[in-house]
């Protein structure tokens, strides 16, 4: 069930009113009925794979009890591992099979050994990259003591198979979400109000920004041997406000649907186009799965406390993973690589720590040192979004040649002129509102407070209404595919 559509329309309110008129002040029935939404959520697009969802549910739920009653260290340490094997396997199996098949062969057939393989016509269950993870962190954080095992079966199984966050993050930790299944929730008329908010800005970055991006991405991305350099600028530019527009478009949907049902869920997001380096920007783009491979994988390889190749090695390998999270293809692990390159001058220099504030703090315009960093950065990112979205490595190297080539200076091709212009301007207005709202967690947060009540609700139907002008060119959310 998309967010953007009518069938979530008409789902949310029907939730709500059940939540809080006939289960409020009975928890359980709350977490009943939280679980049961969910699964009709993500049933809506394939019901065969809730099997998944119940099954990592049940599997973790049971490990976390054992670990908790085994003292014994080598058999704590299987219990992990089957968690692993389990959750992993899965994903795997369903996201990576036919990708390393098909390497597999290639190898082979490389050294002059051919050999068959059998491909399967395997559908990637949507979200299973990011519920996995945060049954993941539960079972992890068991193992290590962190975290309390719980002994409630409905509040685990909400706390999987939250709705709002099921199928794109923010990926959760048990020990911030969970807690949240276990307290009396009271409806609060602020805190949904600005849950209604979040979800309005939400949205507007999906239909507006987003999917009016896309339609521009797509076409010149899919036919890039058609257009000349400074298009193909103008079709990288477009991904990398789509990309940003619609994950965390999606996110502040999630964070504002969850505060409807007294839940805080983590910043997702923290405005990551205005970073002054690449350090900064993965400190703010999707900061759930940075902050979980941190934890999870990084700081267990030794983080930065080894020596100059320790770290180095530590940030090729989380970068190359993430990268590889993202999807089973070359374009998503050279996307990883290339971060990891950005990211090396930083460490070896000690300067990835440089930027934890945010930009121009309480002034109006950044300096003129801030200003060229965020240029720079945001050029770097704009060049590894390229690999991201291409469709191989080919595609890819193509694509940026041709940027690099004397046509870069021609002017752009385009047939539909108004709708690009009109795409460009949302752009500029998008970027002027986050720039003022970019010390809020997202850009409208206090913007309307501060406003006079007819200027706050007539900023707000004018969003509502370039939400509906804008919703014909609907597309489905990119992370969706991951």
């Known amino acids: 069930m998309l967010f953007n559509s009518i069938d979530f329309a008409v789902f949310l309110p029907i939730v709500f009113i059940l939540y809080w008129y006939f289960a409020n002040n009975n928890l359980k029935l709350q977490n009943v009925l939280i679980v049961l939404a969910s699964y009709i959520f993500y049933g809506w697009w394939d019901w065969r794979f809730l099997s998944l969802i119940l099954f990592s549910t049940v599997v973790d739920y049971l490990i976390g009890i054992a670990l908790e009653k085994e003292e014994n260290t080598r058999k704590r340490k299987i219990f992990l591992w089957v968690s692993l094997a389990v959750n992993l396997g899965l994903l795997g199996f369903f996201k990576y099979y036919n990708f390393f098949l098909d390497n597999f062969i290639s190898a082979f057939s490389f050294f002059g050994h051919p050999v068959q393989g059998r491909f399967l016509n395997i559908i990637l269950p949507v979200g ?14 068991v193992y290590r003591r962190k975290l309390e095992p719980t002994k409630n079966f409905i509040a685990f199984a ?20 969970l807690p949240q299944f276990y307290r009396k929730r009271k409806f609060k008329y ?24 896309a339609e521009f991405a797509n076409q010149i991305f899919n036919n890039s041997q058609d257009y000349n350099g400074s298009t193909l600028v103008l079709g990288a530019i477009f991904f990398t406000f789509q990309i940003y527009g619609d994950f965390s478009g999606y996110s502040d949907i999630a964070i504002g649907t969850s505060r409807l049902f007294g839940f805080d869920l983590m910043q997702n997001f923290n405005f990551p186009y205005f970073s002054r380096d690449i350090a900064e920007f993965w400190r703010r783009w999707h900061i759930s799965l940075s902050t979980w491979f941190r934890d ?39 996307w990883g690589l290339l971060n990891a390159i ?10 990835n720590r440089n930027h934890l504030d945010v930009v121009a703090k309480g002034k109006y315009l950044p300096s003129i040192k801030e200003f060229f960093l965020m240029g720079l950065t945001f050029c770097l990112t704009v060049l590894a979004w390229i690999f991201f979205r291409a469709e191989n490595i080919g595609h890819a190297i193509s694509y940026i040649s041709k940027i690099f080539s004397s046509t870069i200076f021609s002017l752009p091709e385009n047939h539909k002129e108004i709708s690009l212009i009109f795409t460009l301007l949302t752009i500029v207005l ?39 002008l804008c919703s014909g060119s609907e597309q489905q959310f990119i992370y969706f595919q991951f």
Not at 159 to 176: D, K, W, Y
Request: aromatic share 18%.
């Open 430 to 468: 998008f970027l002027f509102v986050e720039w003022i709202g970019r010390e809020n967690k997202y850009a409208i947060e206090n913007l309307a407070l501060k406003m006079n009540s007819t200027f706050r609700y007539s900023m707000y139907c004018t969003i509502a209404i370039l939400i509906i």
């Open 128 to 141: 299973i990259s990011f519920y996995t993870f945060q049954t993941l962190s539960y079972s992890i954080d």
């Open 158 to 177: 909400a706390f999987v198979s939250f709705f709002p966050q099921l199928v794109a993050g923010p990926i959760e930790r048990a020990s911030h979400l």
């Open 190 to 213: 602020d805190k949904a109000v600005d849950g209604m908010r979040q979800i309005l800005w939400g949205l507007f970055k999906k239909v507006v920004i987003a999917d009016n991006c």
């Open 296 to 334: 999870y994988l990084y700081i267990p390889l030794g983080g930065s406390r080894g020596g100059t190749v320790m770290k180095v090695r530590n940030t090729f390998i989380i970068f190359i993973v993430s990268g590889f999270w993202h999807g089973a293809n070359w374009t998503f692990i050279v």
């Open 342 to 351: 950005y990211f090396l001058p930083l460490l070896l220099t000690k300067n």
